[in-house]
């Protein structure tokens, strides 16, 4: 059975950084498209960033350009999310997501973030 295992997450203040990490087991993670999505207390649960396979193509929530990176190490079977000039709207329960290539779709248990002073 798939199992993403999410790690990282904590309090931080305003400004501060963090790196998630997120690692796939009983897959092939080198063929799977790799997603973090978030949500919030009350709200719809939304994508923050992607990566392909390889790792040769992002994609970011327009919230987050520009302070999220998103990375992955396929020999550690390892998808990161560094998360630098954090906001207090980015407080939220971070998912990590793992696409195979037949477009079935796998989540972990999430990692919670909380941004306050």
């Known amino acids: 059975q798939v199992q993403l295992v999410e790690s990282g997450g904590g309090l931080v203040q305003p400004g501060g950084s963090l790196r998630l990490s997120c690692a796939g087991s009983?897959?092939?993670?080198?063929?799977?498209?790799m997603s973090w999505y978030r949500q919030a207390p009350g709200k719809e649960r939304e994508l923050v960033a992607g990566i392909t396979s390889a790792g040769g193509k992002t994609n970011y929530a327009d919230s987050v350009k520009g302070r999220f990176t998103i990375s992955r190490d396929n020999a550690k079977n390892t998808v990161y999310l560094q998360m630098n000039s954090l906001k207090p709207e980015d407080t939220a329960m971070y998912y990590c997501?793992?696409?195979?290539?037949?477009?079935?779709?796998?989540w972990g248990k999430g990692t919670l973030v909380t941004v306050s002073s």
């Open positions: 009983r897959f092939t993670f080198s063929s799977a498209a």
């Open positions: 997501n793992a696409k195979k290539p037949s477009g079935t779709s796998y």
